[in-house]
T-cell receptor
Framework: SQQGEEDPQALSIQEGENATMNCSYKTSINNLQWYRQNSGRGLVHLILIRSNEREKHSGRLRVTLDTSKKSSSLLITASRAADTASYFCATDWGDMRFGAGTRLTVKP | DTAVSQTPKYLVTQMGNDKSIKCEQNLGHDTMYWYKQDSKKFLKIMFSYNNKELIINETVPNRFSPKSPDKAHLNLHINSLELGDSAVYFC????????????FGSGTQLSVL
């Protein structure tokens, strides 16, 4: 069954602004991962955060994890038009389980 | 070289037909998966194979039959296609399964008419 659920479903911002997406999950996890999907393409792994970590950075990406609230957030700073994509979180319950994603549109 | 490749990219067929989608990975991974992405973009796992053995078989109609001739290949055969099978099917692989990161193919868009 579905594990990660992203929020909001859609987000539209101007280039240069920050974008924040949230993910909630239901059971305990070992790790949580974020993926990006460009239109018509497969998912690409962005970042993995383990259950004993609270924050992780990769370039313009910042991921936080709050295991007490069973939630994670993905922050993209100084967004670019090329960041336009859908973003998915996935957890390791059994095997990787995904939600329906947040569709991010960055307007130039 | 494409890490996870699946063919065909597009598949248009009539209801009741049988079709196959092929997937190959050249990453040396032990685990391969099939995911289905519906029109609302919800991505759902269908099958997971580890070293040619079925690990996960979600609630999928038995018209769907995965076949893994070796650990680098995982094909998906679908019998008696139905309208509701229309979706994008993704193949993926990971080093050992479980909590490993996934590498995805570019998807096969199946349209059943």
């Amino acid at each position: 069954s579905q594990q990660g659920e992203e929020d909001p479903q859609a987000l539209s911002i101007q280039e240069g602004e920050n974008a924040t997406m949230n993910c909630s999950y239901k059971t305990s996890i070992n790790n949580l991962q974020w993926y990006r999907q460009n239109s018509g393409r497969g998912l690409v792994h962005l970042i993995l955060i383990r259950s004993n970590e609270r924050e992780k950075h990769s370039g313009r990406l910042r991921v936080t994890l709050d295991t007490s609230k069973k939630s994670s957030s993905l922050l993209i700073t100084a967004s670019r038009a090329a960041d336009t994509a859908s973003y998915f979180c996935a957890t390791d319950w059994g095997d990787m389980r995904f939600g329906a994603g947040t569709r991010l549109t960055v307007k130039p | 070289d494409t890490a996870v490749s699946q063919t065909p990219k597009y598949l248009v067929t009539q209801m009741g037909n049988d079709k196959s989608i092929k997937c190959e990975q050249n990453l040396g991974h032990d685990t391969m998966y099939w995911y289905k992405q519906d029109s609302k973009k919800f991505l759902k796992i269908m099958f997971s194979y580890n070293n040619k053995e079925l690990i996960i078989n979600e609630t999928v109609p038995n018209r769907f039959s995965p076949k893994s001739p070796d650990k680098a290949h995982l094909n998906l055969h679908i019998n008696s296609l139905e309208l509701g099978d229309s979706a994008v099917y993704f193949c993926a692989s990971s080093l050992q399964g479980g909590e490993e990161k996934l590498f995805f193919g570019s998807g096969t868009q199946l349209s059943v008419l």
